[in-house]
Antibody, heavy 121, light 107 residues
Framework: QVQLVQSGAEVKKPGASVKVSCKASGYTFTSYGISWLRRAPGQGLEWLGRISTYNGDTNYGQKLQGRIIMTTDTSTTTAYMELRSLRSDDTAMYYC??????????????WGQGTLVTVAS | DIQMTQSPSSLSASVGDRVTFTCRASQTISSYLIWYQQRPGRAPKLLIYSASILQHGVPSRFSGSGSGTDFTLTITNLQPEDFATYYCQQSYRSPLTFGGGTKVEIK
């Protein structure tokens, strides 16, 4: 079945970087983009950006522009999200999700199980 | 950015109840509205897209309606597995944005 499996929880110090992986299986990897999202404690869901698994094109949300890098490895059907210069307010559960874009509407299905990133000194 | 506001933020209900909650967009989004369910400790799950189209495999007790700025999600005959948090998302304009969620709790 279609599945996205993310890497394990991370604890980082402020100013460090984190790289989260998202292994896809059960479908043709390059037929769908991958989006990354997060939910900080007590906050709602936030879309961070997406990457085309076909050609590597990225579309980042403005908030993390300059600190976030999304990449893919088609040989291992894995997507990566790296966040640099971490701050305490980057503490959140990070999700990858398969992008569906049909007729102008865009939804996410399925989602990975989530990776908790904690930023603390 | 388009702001999405969900109400109520939480509600209490019993198994078998019919519940309805709303999602309002800060500007018109046509029918570009998606609903997700998130159970505790689980990833969000797609329920409805294009405001009213049920995702394959989602029980028919879930239904969505609305267009423009006001949308509703209705669950009839509430089941134990439906106690969760429900989020709406707009895909009319980037950046894609979500509502704050409605938590359905057991009365």
């Amino acid at each position: 079945q279609v599945q996205l499996v993310q890497s394990g929880a991370e604890v980082k110090k402020p100013g460090a970087s984190v790289k989260v992986s998202c292994k896809a299986s059960g479908y043709t990897f390059t037929s769908y983009g991958i989006s990354w999202l997060r939910r900080a404690p007590g906050q709602g869901l936030e879309w961070l950006g997406r990457i085309s698994t076909y050609n590597g094109d990225t579309n980042y949300g403005q908030k993390l522009q300059g600190r976030i890098i999304m990449t893919t490895d088609t040989s291992t059907t894995t997507a990566y999200m790296e966040l640099r210069s971490l701050r305490s307010d980057d503490t959140a559960m990070y999700y990858c999700a398969r992008d569906f874009i049909v007729g102008g509407t865009n939804w996410f299905d399925p989602w990975g199980q989530g990776t908790l990133v904690t930023v603390a000194s | 950015d388009i702001q999405m506001t969900q109400s109520p933020s939480s509600l209490s209900a019993s198994v078998g109840d019919r519940v309805t909650f709303t999602c309002r967009a800060s500007q018109t989004i046509s029918s570009y509205l998606i609903w997700y369910q998130q159970r505790p400790g689980r990833a969000p799950k797609l329920l409805i897209y294009s405001a009213s189209i049920l995702q394959h495999g989602v029980p028919s007790r879930f239904s969505g309606s609305g267009s423009g700025t006001d949308f509703t999600l209705t669950i009839t005959n509430l089941q134990p597995e439906d106690f969760a948090t429900y989020y709406c998302q707009q895909s009319y304009r980037s950046p894609l944005t979500f509502g704050g969620g409605t938590k359905v709790e057991i009365k």
